[in-house]
């Protein structure tokens, strides 16, 4: 199949809005693919090629491809077949060899199937092809149920894979993927409630847990050989020998582990969500060190787990990791659960997650089980500037530039404002469409990417906290940013300080700005 194909579907589910359209795009797009193609082809609509990062970023992308093609040539193997070649290259030569490859490919794609490949390449690529709706389109193009299709790429954590079996496989086959230690599944995932007393009323009697501020993992134990997966199924294992060395001391042989791992001060409390995210992320030894905290386990010693109500899984849990067990106690006191609730941000952790007992764990699946609950912080802010839209946005000012007022000048002017994030989530279309109309006529300057404002327009901001960052001058950035409403009712005068929001930092300002997240 031609590229073109692909990147003519992915730019129609890019533009609807209506689910019921991109499943059917997909799947017709799915049903033509030849089965060599299926895994690239999946890879590639979820920004997630088959062979990971291939060594390539904005710089080396920048200006790399050379003038496009004409006419579109390039097929979806030749495409697969380049990244290979650009995942494979390394030792000396490597950045001269990558950029020959890219100039190759290039030179045969048009202008937007060289956007598309760049954007995979970067893992920026933003459809509306999310894992849920491909799910289901392949459902439809293998005519399969879809809680079976979900199930499979639940366990075995991989979508291309998933679809490839059920396009191509024998009856029986989706049915036969099952829970493997050593392959990492997708993580049950948490909805939200205001309260942990409004929790409890959803799920009755519950396990209701501290939410830590750290970095969620899966631990995989088979004999000495343990392995360690982040949230989206990345092998870390040579990062966090630490975490590495606690499960080899577990009293089992085969374990699947579900936790978070963070740093710890020297009282025990938790350091900032950064120093976490510094040490995670570092490919040599550091001397932070990282403590794993675990709040289920999924299999142990040939048992699984996943289909027994948690009451059972935590009785398994103590029992192989009680010292390295999340804090919390199982209840449907309302009272009781607040309690733990208050005990958890006294604690310098996010808050809590309520969790039914008699619920199975649900990989991959956000279910209506599991529910965090921590606070949400507003603040009033300033947009400083807009960029415009990509996919369904495109032709609209999206993302905003949002900067907090420095009444004493203490990161420039006295009275001006000082960058502290970006952000697009929680725009209507309304809100968009008002931007796009409203933000010109306040336009100081722009590019060709962004439109830079007077700064005079207040809005309404929730975020679950600021982290340490050396991005922007006042030190800190934005946490899960999201837009609640404009504020027509306040001057840009009354806009929250940038003092306020470094008060958010554990300690307080005094933590300063040292990393660059």
């Known amino acids: 199949m031609l590229l073109d194909e692909l990147v003519a579907t992915a730019e129609r589910v890019a533009s609807t809005r209506s689910r019921l359209a991109k499943v059917d795009?997909?799947?017709?797009?799915?049903?033509?693919?030849?089965?060599?193609e299926i895994l690239p082809a999946v890879g590639f609509l979820t920004a997630k090629p088959r062979q990971g990062r291939v060594g390539v970023g904005w710089r080396g992308l920048t200006g790399a491809m050379g003038d496009p093609a004409d006419v579109a040539t390039l097929t979806i193997l030749d495409v697969d077949r380049a990244l290979e070649r650009l995942a494979s290259a390394s030792g000396a030569g490597s950045a001269t060899e990558r950029a020959r490859i890219l100039r190759e490919l290039g030179s045969r794609a048009t202008t937007r199937e060289q956007d598309f490949v760049s954007r995979v390449i970067l893992g920026e690529l933003r459809t509306g092809a999310l894992e849920g709706v491909l799910t289901d389109a392949i459902a439809r193009a293998a005519d399969r149920p879809g809680e079976v299709v979900r199930r499979a790429a639940m366990l075995s954590g991989d979508l291309g894979e998933t679809a490839r079996v059920a396009l191509t496989g024998a009856p029986g086959d989706l049915e036969s993927i099952g829970l493997v230690v050593g392959r990492p599944v997708q993580p049950m995932l948490a909805g939200t409630a205001p309260?942990?007393?409004?929790?409890?009323?959803?799920?009755?009697r519950a396990s209701v847990e501290y939410k830590l501020d750290g970095a969620?993992?899966?631990?995989?134990?088979?004999?000495?050989?343990?392995?360690?997966?982040?949230?989206?199924?990345?092998?870390?294992?040579?990062?966090?020998?630490?975490?590495?060395?606690?499960?080899?001391?577990?009293?089992?042989?085969?374990?699947?582990?579900?936790?978070?791992?963070?740093?710890?001060?020297?009282?025990?409390?938790?350091?900032?969500?950064?120093?976490?995210?510094?040490?995670?992320?570092?490919?040599?030894?550091?001397?932070?060190?990282?403590?794993?905290?675990?709040?289920?386990?999924?299999?142990?010693?040939?048992?699984?787990?996943?289909?027994?109500?948690?009451?059972?899984?935590?009785?398994?849990?103590?029992?192989?990791?009680?010292?390295?067990r999340i804090p919390g106690e199982v209840t449907d006191d309302p009272e009781v659960a607040e309690g733990i609730a208050r005990d958890a941000l006294a604690a310098g952790h996010e808050g809590v997650v309520v969790k039914g007992v008699d619920a199975p764990y649900a990989a991959g699946r956000r279910g209506a089980s599991w529910i965090k609950v921590k606070p949400v912080h507003t603040y009033d802010l300033v947009v400083l500037a807009a960029e415009w839209g990509s996919g369904r946005r495109t032709g609209w000012l999206s993302n905003l530039h949002l900067g907090a007022l420095d009444p004493v000048g203490e990161f420039g002017e006295p009275g001006g404002f000082v960058m502290v994030g970006k952000t697009f989530k929680g725009l209507t279309d309304d809100?968009?469409?008002?931007?796009?109309?409203?933000?010109?006529?306040?336009?100081?300057?722009?590019?060709?990417?962004?439109?830079?404002?007077?700064?005079?327009?207040?809005?309404?901001?929730?975020?679950?906290?600021?982290?340490?960052?050396?991005?922007?001058?006042?030190?800190?950035?934005?946490?899960?940013?999201?837009?609640?409403?404009?504020?027509?009712?306040?001057?840009?005068?009354?806009?929250?300080?940038i003092q306020t929001l470094r008060a958010l930092l554990r300690g307080g300002a005094a933590e300063g700005a040292d990393d660059g997240a």
């Not at 008002?434 to 439109?451: L, S």
Request: hydrophobic share 40%.
């Open 25 to 36: 795009a997909l799947a017709t797009l799915l049903g033509r693919l030849e089965p060599d």
């Open 216 to 324: 969620r993992i899966q631990v995989h134990r088979s004999g000495d050989d343990v392995r360690v997966y982040t949230r989206n199924l990345a092998d870390i294992t040579h990062r966090l020998p630490e975490v590495v060395e606690v499960v080899r001391g577990m009293p089992a042989n085969d374990l699947i582990l579900d936790g978070e791992t963070l740093a710890l001060d020297e009282g025990g409390a938790p350091r900032p969500f950064q120093d976490t995210m510094s040490r995670f992320g570092a490919e040599a030894a550091r001397e932070v060190l990282l403590h794993p905290w675990f709040f289920d386990v999924l299999h142990v010693d040939g048992r699984d787990l996943l289909d027994e109500p948690l009451t059972d899984r935590l009785r398994e849990l103590e029992r192989v990791a009680g010292p390295h």
């Open 195 to 204: 309260s942990a007393a409004a929790a409890l009323e959803q799920v009755g």
């Open 431 to 497: 809100l968009l469409r008002w931007q796009t109309e409203h933000f010109p006529e306040i336009e100081t300057r722009r590019t060709a990417n962004t439109v830079w404002l007077e700064p005079v327009t207040v809005v309404e901001i929730a975020l679950d906290g600021v982290q340490r960052s050396s991005r922007y001058p006042g030190g800190i950035a934005l946490r899960f940013a999201r837009v609640k409403r404009y504020r027509d009712d306040k001057r840009p005068d009354e806009a929250d300080t």
